[in-house]
């Protein structure tokens, strides 16, 4: 019983520093999104609850990891406990959150796509959609959300390209008085690359949330092993005091017993 206890003891440690090795990858991301977007002067409008999210669902789940190891190390049932609580939450909430995006990535090509040609043509497009989309086009090396139609005339200086060479480049024809012009623009439009990032963000995210229902599980499994234990090891110690001690016949058993 001892071996069994110290081994759950060990996996339920391990399976704790994962998890907060995850948590700590869910803080990385989170700044690494952060400082991408910073870097590429793009405003955190709109982003602000996603990174607070990250930065809580990270935050947390090394709080909880630390509260299971410790349990674990110190054999302590209210941490114990408190951690097997959390994990019964942290696996429905993560296995929900896992299938709900599941269910809705098929259809998120669509969506996108929908949403993105209802902001066509981009040159009758407010000021903040060009600005956004300027910086995109140059970040990505594309040209227009679907094409550089999508500009028509109005190609920005964002969509130039200098290197043919590498087959980015195509030429397209625009009217500049009366004269038949020639620019040379990215061959690439830019909701391809858009899609294949988004989607590739939404898989880690995914991944993410069925890791940590993963985690989830197995640590609700050993804490709960370990608390029965814990609970089964208390026991013989107040069952074997009374063996210690033979006790006394009644009083009138001594009486009947007694030579006449």
Same mark, same amino acid.
Request: with cysteine; hydrophobic share 50%; aromatic share 6%.
């Given at each position: 019983? #001892?071996?069994?206890?110290?081994?759950?003891?060990?996996?339920?440690?391990?399976?704790?520093?994962?998890?907060?090795?995850?948590?700590?990858?869910?803080?990385?991301?989170?700044?690494?999104?952060?400082?991408?977007?910073?870097?590429?002067?793009?405003?955190?409008? !709109?982003?602000?609850?996603?990174?607070?999210?990250?930065?809580?669902? $990270?935050?947390?789940?090394?709080?909880?990891?630390?509260?299971?190891?410790?349990?674990?190390?110190? =054999?302590?049932?209210?941490?114990?406990?408190?951690?097997?609580?959390? /994990?019964?939450?942290?696996?429905?909430?993560?296995?929900?959150? $896992?299938?709900?995006?599941?269910? @809705?990535?098929?259809?998120?090509? !669509?969506? /996108?796509?929908?949403?993105?040609? =209802?902001? *066509?043509?981009?040159?009758?497009?407010?000021?903040?959609?060009?600005?956004?989309?300027?910086?995109?086009?140059? #970040?990505?090396?594309?040209? !227009? @959300?679907?094409?550089?139609?999508?500009?028509?005339?109005?190609?920005?200086?964002?969509?130039?390209?200098?290197?043919?060479?590498?087959?980015?480049?195509?030429? @397209?024809?625009?009217?500049?008085?009366?004269?038949?012009?020639?620019?040379?623009?990215?061959? =690439?439009?830019?909701?391809?690359?858009?899609?294949?990032?988004?989607?590739? #963000?939404?898989?880690?995210?995914?991944?993410?949330?069925?890791? *940590?229902?993963?985690?989830?599980?197995?640590?609700? #499994?050993?804490?709960?092993?370990?608390?029965? =234990?814990?609970?089964?090891?208390?026991?013989?110690?107040?069952?074997?005091?009374?063996?210690?001690?033979?006790?006394?016949?009644?009083?009138?058993?001594? *009486?009947?017993?007694?030579? /006449?």
């Amino acid at each position: 019983m #001892t071996q069994v206890k110290s081994c759950v003891k060990i996996s339920l440690i391990v399976s704790n520093v994962f998890f907060a090795i995850v948590g700590g990858a869910i803080i990385c991301l989170a700044l690494l999104v952060e400082a991408v977007t910073r870097s590429n002067d793009a405003s955190l409008e !709109g982003r602000y609850t996603g990174l607070i999210l990250l930065y809580v669902v $990270g935050t947390v789940t090394m709080a909880i990891a630390a509260v299971g190891a410790y349990g674990a190390h110190r =054999q302590s049932l209210p941490a114990l406990i408190v951690f097997l609580v959390c /994990m019964v939450i942290g696996t429905l909430m993560m296995l929900r959150v $896992g299938i709900s995006l599941a269910a @809705v990535r098929p259809e998120l090509e !669509g969506v /996108m796509s929908d949403k993105f040609r =209802q902001l *066509l043509p981009l040159d009758e497009a407010n000021e903040k959609t060009k600005k956004i989309t300027n910086v995109i086009q140059e #970040t990505l090396q594309c040209c !227009g @959300v679907f094409s550089s139609d999508d500009w028509r005339q109005e190609l920005p200086d964002s969509c130039l390209c200098d290197e043919p060479a590498e087959g980015k480049c195509r030429d @397209v024809g625009y009217n500049f008085m009366m004269l038949q012009m020639k620019k040379s623009v990215f061959r =690439q439009p830019c909701f391809p690359i858009m899609v294949h990032f988004v989607l590739l #963000t939404f898989d880690i995210v995914m991944g993410m949330a069925f890791v *940590l229902a993963t985690l989830a599980l197995l640590g609700l #499994t050993l804490s709960s092993v370990l608390i029965s =234990q814990l609970h089964a090891g208390a026991r013989p110690a107040v069952l074997l005091v009374p063996a210690l001690f033979k006790p006394a016949p009644p009083k009138y058993q001594e *009486l009947r017993d007694a030579p /006449m």
